[in-house]
């Protein structure tokens, strides 16, 4: 390789290691130790802060990795990084703050100077929250987590009840187009699941707990990202044999009755995905169950009905 080809490759190497012996760097880009020392100091004539620490278990380490540019993208990186955009765009973005909204509009218009084709703009629902409130909430669960420090939340279960929790907040993750806060709940360690935009206010409760990342995911974590009451549904879908192209979710199976008709039975991610999925499509789907499921359902339709009987 070139001397800018082995400096670049060095700093890749540094950005992801924390410390590197010269001669494992030696080693990793096939020179001699003298040449490595060379790029060290040529690397930092160009302004890279390269530490240099001595004695057992030293090496060099890059002091600020945000020193590091990103490389300009393969034309195939483009095109994948274009419809993930395209794709973010066209769904309902009301989970993010106007930052985020910004950041992804910027990064579609860089890639449009590579020549590809501009992607539509999108548009975004609301919550019916106070908007930053709403994200010092986000900002304030995100340092929670990293610190692994107690919260005290109190929380809207309904229009009616309030509830304090004690909480130790794991994760933030998105489903259905709602921020949640995944944890558990402090004494009891009972795991829970809360949505953002119910909560009232959150303080700090003063201590610190153990935080088992594995345990935590290994509970809401599947195939299908996070889970939020993972729900079990058997149905018969006709006249919509495009459904069959796609995995809802886990476990589905799959059974042709006749050329336009199917029996499906499949767990989604969450018992929002399940009635929505239901309800999206009407009269060409057949509820089976389970026995809850179909209970609702059954209700829906008879109070969709009453309200139009007399029209």
């Not at 494992?24 to 100091?41: F, G, M, N, T, Y």
């Not at 019916?128 to 107690?150: C, F, G, M, Q």
């Not at 005290?152 to 279960?157: G, N």
């Not at 995995?247 to 039975?265: A, L, P, R, V, Y």
Request: proline content about 3%; aromatic content about 10%.
């Amino acid at each position: 390789m070139s001397k800018l080809s082995n400096a670049l490759a060095m700093l890749d190497i540094l950005s992801v290691k924390s410390i590197q012996t010269r001669e494992e760097l030696a080693r990793a880009l096939e020179i001699s130790p003298r040449a490595v020392q060379r790029l060290k100091d040529d690397l930092e004539l160009a302004g890279y802060d390269i530490v240099s620490q001595f004695g057992l278990g030293g090496g060099y380490s890059l002091l600020n990795k945000s020193q590091i540019k990103p490389r300009a993208f393969t034309s195939e990186e483009i095109r994948v990084l274009k419809q993930a955009l395209s794709f973010l765009m066209n769904q309902d973005l009301g989970a993010f703050d106007s930052s985020t909204l910004k950041t992804l509009a910027s990064l579609s218009t860089q890639l449009d100077d590579y020549g590809l084709q501009n992607i539509e703009h999108f548009q975004s629902i609301k919550l019916n929250v106070d908007p930053d409130t709403y994200h010092k909430h986000i900002r304030l669960l995100e340092e929670a987590i990293v610190s692994h420090s107690r919260v005290k939340i109190q929380y809207q279960k309904n229009h009616r009840e309030r509830r304090d929790y004690v909480f130790e907040p794991y994760n933030l993750v998105i489903v259905n187009k709602f921020w949640y806060l995944l944890g558990n709940e402090y004494p009891s360690g009972r795991h829970l699941s809360l949505k953002i935009n119910r909560m009232d206010t959150i303080d700090y409760e003063g201590s610190m707990f153990r935080f088992d990342v594995e345990t935590s995911k290994k509970s809401v974590l599947s195939d299908f990202g996070y889970k939020i009451k993972p729900t079990y549904t058997e149905c018969i879908i006709q006249n919509r044999d495009y459904l069959s192209e796609y995995i809802w979710g886990e476990n589905q199976e799959i059974e042709w009755i006749d050329d336009h008709t199917f029996k499906m039975s499949v767990i989604f991610p969450n018992e929002n995905a399940a009635k929505d999925f239901i309800l999206q499509n009407g009269s060409g789907l057949t509820l089976i169950g389970p026995r809850e499921l179909l209970d609702w359902h059954k209700k829906e339709i008879e109070t969709i009905a009453s309200r139009y009987a007399c029209n």
